[in-house]
Every structure is written in structure tokens, then in C-alpha cells.
């Protein structure tokens, strides 16, 4: 793999910089929403045949294991992962993290294994470091702050090292989120400018939320060795950035040529967010998508493809009843396939409000307790270990699921459980405040397994719902108005939507419904395939460099 200028577009190599993916159910090096997307940006790649390679981390824990306490509250095991289908590279080499020395070696991923694109994954778990050096690729988001930089240090200086040995020299570096940004200062040291390193670095960012654009003690960064020790005044003219809290997402958008966000709202809320800072990269959108092969069941496209409303409703019925297992084999609770399922799925974080429906107890109440239009609610999904508040709406919904037959939640929130999931609901519903989720992509993956979404009109679904013909959409919020005004506004047309719609039609309008999901399945490819993304990340980000963005005032950060 050697650099060309004289590489068409299709030709471009491109080396793709992530802190998780989710390749398969087997390999722990994922958390979410932006492992997931990226394992169907890899998978559709290799499909393509597109010339990229990955570059992660091997954690040895993963993100963790969801577990449960004896009273059926979330609780959190960290077990050491062996994989015997990664191949040894046998290469060490050395970055230095806080003035010492580190070992780095990585494990090579294959193609044939998963269907992705080859992938390298960089482990620090060597007898030649120490404890505290082996720690940097223990956890997955580390709760310690400087374990967290030390493993960007990691993935963006030892991933170009890595590369390096392998005599990879790619066109494009991509880094998807700002972890890998010490990558951005090894390719200053490398070119020598600041304009040669934008020719060949672009930056996908996936949050507007404060988690997902950290911002550390300056200092801090550079004694943990951040900057690849260049000179601090360096760094402050680099990325125009005076600041003692380094902003990540800002320096990685002023060091990169070109730069996207991941739908086409959470491009007007970035350009909000960033708009008076000049020297920042043109801001693209590049709605995420999952890839088709891997997350729908052939079965079920074979059946929609044919049009065969029988095999369809068959099949779903089927899905339901191997998801209700799982159900029951969790909570003891056992489901009826011919009930309605609402199933809420994904990282649990306080801005997606898994709790939304609890803020009206009596209401809710009613809703399990109708025996006209009777329903069955799932909850699943995975809180950042560390973030109490988090698991403490887990473990409220747990306590309130004891109380009723037909609610329950579920741990292990994975690639397996997250298929069984999509496969066998009815309804997928998608609950953020508006404007703070970028895209999600579950109720994608729902969509392409016959599952009608509902859904605030945020992310993603702007561009794919039409209400009450393949999705249903929740009237807007006012954004302006405090949290808990918005959340009472969205709760109240949740359940109204349920009560006096959703719930008539699945029940007495079932050819209704039944064209909902085949609009839904219809309407979702191919624009929220990941090869479409997969390809207009070569049309829109792999391409010539472009102008940084000067019409703005100077604002530092």
C-alpha cells in the first residue's frame, strides 16, 4: 500500500482511526452507537472493495458486561476477553506516554473472519511495560481522565506508528470522533506544516453532547506527551487555541481539511455550535446508515421482495417469539407474540430519556393495564459504567418492571440481543430532546426487520420519516423552553399518539400496519445502507483538500 498523487478518488488509501467497532458479537471492542456505525462503515467497505484500513484498540476487559445484583439491578463485570481469531502481528515498537516509554504491539483482523476491511488493533498488554502502562488498553473509556488520554495517545500516535512499520502509507487519515486527535500532531511533526497535514487528515464528528467533545487541562495533555511533545507555543499556533482547556473537537476540526457531521440536522446544529471560530474545516453531512447484509434477516427480504404478506407477518411472529425467550429467560416474564411489542433500545444516556413514558405513573399505568389494545415493553440497553445517574434510570426502570407482567429490562445490550431486539418488536421508539442526538442509527436497523418506528424528529429521521406512512413522528418540541417543560410536551403526545393511533391501527386496522412496515423496510434502502455512506465518504471526504473556513471572526477557545 504506497501513496500516489496521481490516485483517482476510487484509488484514494485510507487509513480509519476509530476508539471502538462493532465488527461481530464476539469481539468486545465496542460500546455503542459509534462502534456500531463504524463496523458498518467497515463491513460495506470491504464490500466495495474500497482500499481502507482500520486502526483500533484491543481492549482487554471491552466496555464491560452487564450484569445483574441480586435484586435484578444493573451492575458491572469487567472480564478479561480472549480472542483466538486475531493473528499476532509480532511487531513492538515504542510511543512514549508521561515522559516514558511504552511497548506497543497489535493484532491483525482479517477480512475473511467478519467481512470488514483488514483491521489492526494496538495492545499495550506487553511483560516488557508495567502495570500502569498495560492499563491503557484495559477499559474501553477508562473512568480515569489520564488513562483516557494516554489511550488517544495510543490509538492516534501508536496507530501511525504502527502503519509506519507496515510500510502502510495511506492518502487519507480519518478519524472518527476526536479521540484519535494525537494522530493530528505526529503528521505536524511528519509534514512539517500545517497545510500538508489537512491535505491528508479529515474528522467525522458524532455528538453535539459535552461528553462527546472533551475538553482537558492543557497542560495535563502535554505532560501526558498529547502533542507528541511538540513545543506548547506550537500547539497554541497550530490550532489557534489559547485556552487552558484544550478543546478536542476544535483542534481536530482546525487541523483537518475537510470535516463532516453525521445527518443533515446535526450539520445545522455543528455549524451552530462552531459558527464565529474561522480556520475550522468545511462541514459536510454524511448521514450514517448501517449496512443491510449484515443487520436484516434474509428470510425477511427474501418474503418483502416477493411481496408475500403471509411470509412477512410469519416471520415476524417467529422473531417475536425467539425474542420473548430471552425475555423469559431474564425477567421470567413470558410474552404473547400476538401482542403488541414496544421495544426501547440503546445507550443509555440522560438526554435519549429512556424514562420518558414514567413521567406520568398513572398514565403509563393505564396504558399496561389496557386489555382492549394490550401492549408488552421492553427496555434495554448499556450505561457508561461509571455514570450513576444513568444506571440509576436503569435500575428505576427495573423496580418499576417487577411490578407488571408484561415490562421488562433487559441487560447485555450487544450485537445478538440488539438483532433479537429489532427483529422481534412491533414498535421501535426513539426518544431524544431535540437537536442533541447527531443521527442514531437503531431505528434503522429496526426499519430493515419489518419495525415501525416512532420517533422525536431528530438525527436521522428528518430524512427518512413520513409520518404515519412508513414511521410516526412526535410534534416538536419547543428547544427553547427548560428540559422539563420539553420532556412534559413529548411525554403527553407520546402517550396520546399511542393511545388514539398507533394502538387502534396495529389492532383494527392490521393491513394498515402491515403497510407500514413494508413502506418502512421499503423506504429505509438504499440511502440508510452503509455502502451508500460507505461511498459518499470517497465522493465527500476522501476527495481534494478544500479551503479551511474563513468568513467567521477569529474566536479562540
Not at 442509527?441 to 426499519?447: I, P
Amino acid at each position: 500500500m504506497a501513496s500516489s498523487s496521481t490516485n483517482t478518488l476510487a484509488q484514494r488509501r485510507v487509513a480509519y482511526f476509530s476508539m471502538e467497532f462493532a465488527f461481530a458479537q464476539p469481539l468486545k471492542t465496542y460500546s455503542g452507537g459509534l462502534g456500531f456505525l463504524a463496523g458498518s462503515h467497515m463491513r460495506s467497505a470491504y464490500a466495495l472493495k474500497q482500499p481502507i484500513v482500520a486502526v483500533g484498540i484491543l481492549w482487554k476487559y471491552g466496555y464491560y458486561d452487564q450484569v445483574r445484583k441480586a435484586d435484578q439491578t444493573m451492575d458491572v463485570l469487567f472480564m478479561e476477553k480472549v480472542y483466538s481469531f486475531l493473528e499476532p502481528t509480532n511487531l513492538k515498537f515504542q510511543i512514549w506516554v508521561n515522559h516514558a516509554p511504552v511497548w506497543v504491539t497489535a493484532y491483525y483482523l482479517p477480512p475473511t473472519v467478519f467481512g470488514t476491511v483488514p483491521a489492526y488493533f494496538l495492545s499495550t498488554e506487553l511483560p516488557e511495560n508495567d502495570y500502569l502502562a498495560q492499563t491503557i488498553c484495559h477499559k474501553l473509556y477508562d473512568a480515569n481522565p489520564e488513562t483516557r488520554v494516554a489511550s488517544s495517545i495510543l490509538l492516534g500516535i501508536g496507530g501511525a506508528k504502527l502503519l509506519e512499520k507496515l510500510q502502510i502509507t495511506p492518502d487519507v487519515y480519518h478519524m472518527n470522533e476526536s479521540h484519535p486527535l494525537p494522530l493530528a500532531f505526529h503528521l505536524y511533526r511528519q509534514y512539517g506544516s500545517v497545510e500538508m497535514v489537512r491535505e491528508h487528515l479529515v474528522f467525522t464528528t458524532h455528538t453535539p453532547e459535552e461528553a462527546g467533545n472533551p475538553r482537558t487541562d492543557i497542560r495535563l495533555l502535554d505532560r501526558m506527551g498529547f502533542f507528541d511533545y511538540l513545543p506548547l507555543d506550537d500547539v497554541r499556533r497550530i490550532t489557534n487555541i489559547s485556552d487552558d482547556l484544550f478543546n478536542w473537537a476544535l483542534g481536530a476540526l482546525r487541523l483537518s481539511g475537510r470535516a463532516n457531521a453525521v445527518s443533515k440536522k446535526h450539520r445545522e446544529v455543528s455549524e451552530q455550535m462552531w459558527k464565529g471560530f474561522a480556520g475550522t474545516a468545511p462541514l459536510v453531512s454524511i448521514t450514517n446508515a448501517q449496512n443491510q447484509a449484515f443487520w436484516a434477516d434474509p428470510k425477511l427480504l427474501g418474503a418483502a421482495t416477493a411481496n408475500d404478506d403471509t411470509a412477512i407477518l410469519a416471520w415476524k411472529k417467529e422473531k417475536k417469539q425467539d425474542l420473548f425467550e430471552e425475555v423469559a429467560n431474564q425477567t421470567g416474564d413470558l410474552y404473547d407474540p400476538a401482542v403488541f411489542t414496544i421495544v426501547w433500545a440503546r445507550r443509555f444516556a440522560g438526554y435519549k430519556r429512556a424514562e420518558l413514558l414514567l413521567s406520568d405513573p398513572d398514565r403509563f399505568d393505564r396504558l399496561l393495564k389496557n386489555s382492549r389494545y394490550p401492549i408488552q415493553m421492553i427496555w434495554a440497553g448499556k450505561p457508561y459504567p461509571f455514570d450513576y445517574a444513568s444506571i440509576g434510570i436503569f435500575d428505576r426502570l427495573v423496580h418499576v418492571a417487577k411490578q407488571y407482567t408484561n415490562c421488562a429490562v433487559l441487560i447485555d445490550y450487544e450485537i445478538r440481543l440488539s438483532k433479537q431486539l429489532k427483529q422481534g418488536a412491533d414498535l421501535w421508539l426513539n426518544t431524544p430532546r431535540l437537536t442533541r442526538e447527531a443521527s442514531g442509527t437503531s431505528g434503522m436497523t429496526a426499519a430493515m426487520n419489518g419495525t415501525v418506528n416512532c420517533s422525536t424528529n431528530d438525527g436521522w429521521v428528518p430524512e427518512f420519516a413520513r409520518n404515519g406512512i412508513n414511521a410516526f413522528v412526535l410534534p416538536e418540541a419547543n428547544v427553547e423552553a427548560p428540559a422539563h417543560e420539553q420532556d412534559a410536551f413529548d411525554a403527553e403526545n407520546l402517550f396520546t399518539l399511542l393511545e388514539t393511533i398507533i394502538l387502534p391501527m396495529y389492532y383494527e386496522q392490521p393491513d394498515q400496519w402491515l403497510l407500514m412496515m413494508k413502506n418502512s423496510m421499503h423506504d429505509i434502502v438504499p440511502y440508510f445502507d452503509s455502502d451508500r455512506m460507505a461511498a459518499e465518504y470517497y465522493e465527500k471526504l476522501y476527495s481534494l483538500p478544500q479551503s479551511v473556513n474563513s468568513e467567521n471572526e477569529v474566536l479562540t477557545a
